[in-house]
Each structure stands twice: as C-alpha cells, then as structure tokens.
C-alpha cells in the first residue's frame, strides 16, 4: 500500500488531514501538461550540460542536480504560486505566537520562504540516497508541536515508478522522535506520473530511490520554510540582487527578499534598518520605510 493519492481538486483540508496522519500526500496532475513543458525546455539543456555527482553516500555518483531553480525558469513559479501547496504549507507553518513590547502583547506570523530549490535526475545505476529528514539541517528535534519547519514538494517531471528511483517515503515516520532509526524496509517508493507531485514535511523520513532502468528519473524539489530559519539553499549568492531585479515581485520575496515578522532579516543602508526588497526597488521612498520599521519594532 503506497501513499494516499490525491485529486487537484482535492480541498486543503483534505491534503493536511493526509499529511497529518501519513506525513505526506500525492496529488494527482499538480500541474498540466503545458506548464511541464515549459519546465523540460528550459531545464533539459541545463541538466544536460552538468557534470554528475562526486558523493557516492548522499548527493549521488549517477545524479545530476541543478540548484537556483527560480533563476532558471519561470515554469517553477507555478509551483510555488499554487494554492494548493502554498495554503497547505502555510497551514503547519504559519502558526502565530505572541511576544510582549514592553507590557504590550503582540501576536506575530512567522513568514514563509523558498528554502532549497532543485532539479534531480537519477541515472541508471544509482544506488539508494540514505533516508533522511530534511529538517536536520536546523538540528530540528522531534516532536515539536503543531509547527513543522519545512514542507516540501517534489514534482515528476518524469514518471516516477518502483524501478527507476521514485523517491522513497516512509509514512507515518513525521511521528517518530529522535531515537528511532530509520530502515530501508519500511520506505515505499512514490509512484506518479509526470505532472503530478508529492507533498511531504521536514519530519518524514525519506530519501532517492535506486534506478534499475536504462533512462533517468527527473524531479524538481522546492520547499517552504519558516521564514527565521537560515535557507538551506543560499539564494543571496545564487540570486544576488542584479540577478533578483529580473524576478516576479512574489518570487523575490518568497526566495528571501522581504523580513519575517516582527522584523528579521532587516538590512542597513545608509544608518537605515530596510527591509531587503527595498534593495529591488527603484521608487524606494526612505521615509516611509523608515515608518514602516519603527511601527514593526515597537
């Protein structure tokens, strides 16, 4: 028994409730056949001109993998502006807490960001990725609560099957703690036709399947994270700000470009404390950024 498929139809409430209880979700035709198109245009040439992995135990000696994917193409976009994912995202990270001013108590919302972003393509003959959760890279410790920091998805822009790599999940795994291994016998492969995508959080443990085929396995990886959380991926340096001018508005402030509530993440310019995308802006006007950051920090 895989994992729980669901429709594009599908409400949020339903993708969390899976999510929940499994620690992730498939959902059928996340997005449609033109927009993957778009995706294998843009990327196919790329991947085709990388050289293949030097880590045998993790990244992989037969995968090749393309990071900054939202400088790449504007295909992704669709992939983190979608409803479905985003809303579900911000369901198990969006939680807010409350902080005093002073004798003043203010209910504050963390922010969501684009932590990683990748392409991966599974050549025959590569061996199993060890299961992990991806959530280690903060040293996350489990359980802890209702708030997850991550919730990733990882679209087939190839089938994914048993054979050819379809990445490996254990469900129900988000609800183990930290003393508990995990074993390669209890992981399931993520069967799904390109197009469609699997939905899972920092929690799960999971990992790339092995690739018994003769053609590659090719998935485009992007997570929402806790917008106080250090990236995982550095798009400050993949994406500077020259290269960050040409972004959409929502995708320069979803890979970083914005603060996160009350105030993190502020940059100085000229004795200033901005919020970064300001950086982005020609008509930046100071002081009216200069009452926005006292009415935040008050």
């Known amino acids: 028994m895989g994992l729980t498929t669901l429709e594009p139809t599908a409400s949020v409430d339903d993708v969390v409730t899976v999510i929940e209880r499994d620690g992730g979700v498939i959902i059928r035709d996340f997005i449609n ?3 993957l198109a778009v995706i294998k245009n843009d990327i196919d040439p790329q991947l085709d001109e ?5 880590d045998e135990d993790f990244a992989g000696k037969k995968t090749r993998r393309l990071g900054g994917v939202l400088k790449h ?5 669709v992939i983190v502006r979608n409803p479905l994912y985003a809303e579900t995202a911000s369901r198990f990270l969006q939680i807010p807490e409350h902080v005093f001013f002073g004798e003043e108590r203010v209910e504050t919302t963390p922010s969501m960001q684009v932590g990683v972003s990748q392409v991966i393509s599974i050549y025959p003959g590569e061996g199993a990725q060890p299961l992990h959760r991806d959530d280690s890279v903060w040293q996350w410790r489990h359980p802890k ?3 997850q920091a991550r919730v990733q998805i990882m679209l087939a822009v190839s089938d994914f099957t048993a054979d050819n790599g379809g990445t490996l999940v254990i469900p129900g795994s988000h609800l183990w703690d930290d003393e508990r291994a995990p074993r390669r016998d209890e992981a399931l492969n993520t069967e799904m036709e390109a197009g469609s995508a699997l939905i899972w959080i920092g929690a799960t443990y999971h990992g790339g399947g092995t690739n018994n085929t003769d053609t590659p396995r ?3 990886s992007l997570s929402w994270d806790l ?6 991926e550095n798009h400050y340096l993949t994406m500077p700000v020259e290269v960050a001018k040409g972004l959409p508005e929502d995708i320069q402030r979803a890979i970083g470009y914005e603060t996160c509530p009350p105030f993190m993440g502020w940059v100085e310019i000229e004795g200033v404390m901005r919020d970064p995308h300001s950086l982005l802006e020609d008509d930046f006007d100071r002081n009216a950024q200069a009452s926005n950051i006292t009415k ?3």
């Open 50 to 54: 990388l050289a293949f992995g030097i």
């Open 145 to 147: 609560g209702g708030r």
């Open 33 to 35: 056949s033109d927009q």
């Open 296 to 298: 935040a920090a008050v």
């Open 73 to 77: 193409t504007r295909g992704a976009d």
């Open 218 to 220: 090719t998935g485009l």
């Open 227 to 232: 917008g106080y959380l250090r990236q995982e």
